[in-house]
């Protein structure tokens, strides 16, 4: 994979896909979170996904890992008079990046917004990350593969921080996205890779319980996948 993300195949034509543009996927993610969440509001799904067991409605591993990174990045899509352009747009990256290092991290799920549009965007990222952390705990993931998920994302924040500082960083992002094979990274890249890592993490645990069940093609396969539109 490259270092900030690659794809090997198209996605199916009603998934949500990154190469369509930094855009085109925070809008597909703003109208797929809501209605997602009101399917778990009327109990058509079990929620969170990493509850899911077998026998259950969606419980393959691409449902869970699809669905426990869609729970995530909901957070985005709830920012009251959201700056989007501070996820997408080149020119805003350096800002972006700097309100995200700035912010103090914190442990919450449920969160306070505060009308400041890089504080509010930076507060939406760290309260995905912490419900991954709760998804893993659901899930019983080992813990070793999920500790320090906001250091950890931090550290890559701040590799893209000194990306953008170079010179060309512009440029070299718009041949990226016009490529469509590799993933510039746009802080909402950055938060899309790393809830795809980490889901999948969740859905391994949820779907693959046991060493019986990952002594299967089915495990094999899903090892091999980048992203959960791999196993369509």
Not at 93 to 109: C, G, N, V, W, Y
Not at 129 to 140: E, P, S, V, Y
Not at 163 to 189: F, H, N, S
Request: charged content about 25%; proline content about 6%; overall charge neutral.
């Amino acid at each position: 994979m490259a270092l900030f993300g690659s794809y090997k195949a198209p996605p199916p034509d009603d998934a949500l896909d990154p190469r369509a543009g930094p855009d085109a996927l925070l809008r597909g993610l703003d109208k797929v979170a809501p209605d997602y969440l009101e399917k778990a509001d009327r109990g058509e799904i079990v929620y969170p996904a990493g509850k899911r067991e077998p026998g259950t409605v969606e419980v393959g591993a691409r449902e869970i890992w699809r669905d426990t990174r869609l729970e995530a990045l909901r957070y985005l899509t709830m920012i009251p008079g959201r700056d989007a352009s501070l996820l997408t747009a080149p020119t805003r990256q350096a800002e972006m990046i700097e309100s995200f290092l700035r912010l103090k991290p914190h442990d919450q799920t449920v969160i306070d917004f505060t009308g400041q549009a890089g504080d509010d965007v930076a507060i939406a990222i760290i309260a995905g990350l912490n419900w991954l952390n709760h998804c893993a705990g659901i899930a019983k993931v080992d813990r070793a593969k999920v500790t320090g998920i906001l250091r950890n994302f931090r550290k890559v924040v701040v590799v893209a921080q000194r990306w953008w500082a170079t010179d060309g960083a512009e440029a070299r992002c718009a041949a990226m996205l016009a490529a469509r094979r590799q993933l510039p990274p746009l802080m909402l890249y950055l938060v899309w890779l790393e809830h795809t890592r980490l889901a999948k993490e969740v859905a391994a645990a949820a779907a693959f319980p046991n060493e019986a069940t990952r002594a299967t093609d089915a495990w094999l396969r899903f090892e091999a996948a980048l992203d959960p539109e791999d196993l369509s």
